[in-house]
């Protein structure tokens, strides 16, 4: 049980394009999920918390224009990097937190953006 | 906020050897601890978690300890294996809130 998954696994666009990577609970309702940032060889960075039926709560550092965050079901949650470039490469991964298990956090399998 | 430092940041160790990687936190209200081993390209893998309420747990050659008084929490690998090499995170949060990574250990396990 607790699975998340993601779509794309992998993307490569051209600069100044937009790019959504789709974030979902496979068996469970996830009210909060979050997304996580990871450049080569560093750890992993919380961009926001992604709350269902509500604005995301964003980072100090992260622009909210630039990554939109939507939270529309119980079971997704989507990123759009809009005018992607290429500093935006990087391993996108978002978790989520089982409602019967509220302290272990699941993680999807991480999409890999290239901005060309 | 919640600051995690997490040393050191490379390890070799020759195989059927222990490991161990240290992390301190800074929020005392932190209750939960994980450890989480990353393959190159793959998602972080829970291997063991410890919550404030207890000072030490053990799954197999794995066992995490935790000092609350000093804020500090080490991971612990026993008879290492070659399969054991990776990058180890360690993390903090209050429940249901986000986790907060240290830099992360690459692990090289010789054999």
């Known amino acids: 049980g607790a699975v998340v998954s993601q779509h794309p696994s992998w993307v490569i666009c051209k600069s100044g394009t937009s790019v959504k990577i789709e974030c979902r609970s496979l068996?469970?309702?996830?009210?909060?999920m979050f997304w996580y940032r990871q450049f080569p060889k560093q750890s992993l960075m919380l961009m926001a918390t992604?709350?269902?039926?509500?604005?995301?709560?964003?980072e100090q550092g992260v622009e909210k224009d630039k990554f939109l965050i939507n939270h529309a079901s119980l079971t997704l949650s989507t990123l759009t990097v809009t005018s992607a470039h290429p500093e935006d490469s990087s391993f996108y991964i978002c978790?989520?937190?089982?409602?019967?298990?509220?302290?272990?956090?699941?993680f999807g399998p991480g999409t890999r953006l290239t901005v060309t | 906020g919640e600051n995690v430092e997490q040393h050191p940041s490379t390890l070799s160790v020759q195989e059927g050897d222990s490991a161990v990687i240290k992390c301190t936190y800074s929020?005392?209200?932190?209750?939960?601890f994980p450890w989480y081993k990353q393959e190159l390209g793959k998602r972080p893998q829970l291997i063991i978690d410890?919550?404030?309420?207890?000072g030490e747990k053990k799954d197999q050659r794995i066992a995490v300890t935790l000092n609350k008084t000093a804020k500090h929490f080490s991971l612990h690998i026993t008879e290492t294996q070659p399969e054991d090499s990776a990058v180890y995170f360690c993390?903090?949060?209050?429940?249901?809130?986000?986790?907060?990574f240290g830099k992360g250990t690459r692990l090289s396990v010789i054999a």
């Open positions: 929020d005392s209200a932190s209750n939960y």
């Open positions: 993390a903090a949060s209050l429940g249901n809130t986000p986790l907060v």
């Open positions: 992604s709350n269902e039926g509500s604005k995301a709560t964003y």
């Open positions: 068996d469970f309702q996830a009210t909060t």
């Open positions: 978790s989520a937190n089982s409602p019967g298990r509220t302290y272990e956090q699941y």
């Open positions: 410890i919550r404030s309420n207890v």
